[in-house]
């Protein structure tokens, strides 16, 4: 497990961004709209937020080349910032030959604290702890949340958003479990699918599945239902893409009760927050305007590490209408 020291006397600072879908024009063209948006995004959000860590929740490229992965993760590594990825299913379902090039492209990053982890596992199941000085304060776990499987899915025989595995499952329980007797007081976890309790989330707490308003990272907007423990903000726009058949994930996460926070990226115009069985699911805002991109959700999500723990999320938005119009 990597250690990043938490400075005596301030919060530690996370700044997750996820889903750019980088194009080959992205960072080779420096008049590309999607490259200026990307990086304007970034510099914003650094500039506000000063993150200690920036986690990024997958989907790097949609193009199966090598020389976008590689733009990207020397984009990612030009911030001097360290920064920690999951898989997104298109990272994870881009060959075979190319996603190993990719996985060595990011073990031999400058900043980047990606750990492959063990390969029963999919890739890029890890922990990273945070500590003040010697004593552990708490840590962000990532997992592999893969691809696709073949599920009934929504009427599709063939087709169902990947899910975490029982063996993940039991990897995950192992991993709490250490990090309790470490002395983590408590964790967030980072994932690219969302895990099937957001979708359970969602039907337990709103009557409807969408709801239309351009204010969507501001606080709950009036007409929007508000969830028993008053606590949620974002909107979504659409169904979460999680998985068709329950992954028992959040069951593990209750029944362990160490991780505070779940962050999800892959449905890009999804930006609810919401706690439900006493976890807080979160939908991360999408970095840049590349693959189904609402301009109201482009920027990051920010967690802090207090002293007493993990902060629930915070949505940072970046305007950057001058940059598209
Ligand atoms: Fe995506
Ligand atoms: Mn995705």
Excluded at 26 to 36: I, K, P, S, W, Y
Aim: hydrophobic share 35%; glycine share 8%; with cysteine.
């Amino acid at each position: 497990m990597k250690i990043l020291q938490k400075p005596a006397g301030r919060d530690f600072t996370v700044l997750n961004v996820t889903d750019p879908h980088a194009r080959a024009a992205t960072f080779a063209d420096e008049n590309d709209v999607t490259g200026r948006v990307m990086r304007y995004t970034m510099d914003e959000l650094i500039k506000r937020v000063s993150p200690d860590l920036i986690t990024f929740g997958g989907d790097m490229t949609t193009d199966n080349d090598i020389s976008v992965y590689r733009d990207f993760v020397a984009f990612m590594d030009s911030f001097g910032i360290p920064w920690a990825p999951v898989m997104g299913n298109h990272d994870n379902r881009c060959g075979v030959e190319l996603f190993r090039n990719v996985v060595s492209l990011l073990k031999e990053s400058k900043n980047c604290l990606f750990e492959a982890g063990n390969p029963l596992l999919g890739c890029g199941n890890y922990t990273v702890g945070v500590n003040c000085g010697d004593a552990p304060a708490s840590a962000l776990i990532f997992m592999d949340t893969h691809s696709y499987v073949s599920m009934n899915y929504r009427g599709n025989p063939d087709f169902s958003w990947g899910a975490l595995w029982n063996s993940q499952k039991r990897w995950y329980r192992r991993e709490t479990e250490k990090l309790r007797s470490a002395g983590y007081r408590d964790s967030a976890l980072f994932i690219h699918i969302p895990i099937y309790g957001y979708g359970q989330a969602v039907n337990h707490i709103f009557t409807g599945d969408t709801h239309e308003s351009d204010e969507f990272y501001v606080d709950c907007p009036d007409e929007f239902v508000r969830d028993k423990t008053g606590y949620r903000f974002g909107v979504n726009y659409e169904i979460p893409a999680c998985p068709a058949k329950d992954d028992g994930m959040l069951d593990a996460i209750v029944e362990t009760g160490h991780t505070k926070s779940v962050i999800c990226g892959h449905n890009h115009i999804n930006s609810a927050s919401l706690i439900y069985r006493g976890v807080c699911l979160t939908y991360s805002m999408k970095l840049g305007n590349i693959s189904h991109f609402r301009r109201q959700q482009n920027g990051g999500t920010v967690i802090r590490i207090t002293d007493n723990g993990i902060t629930l999320p915070e949505h940072v938005h970046v305007d950057v209408s001058h940059l598209i119009d």
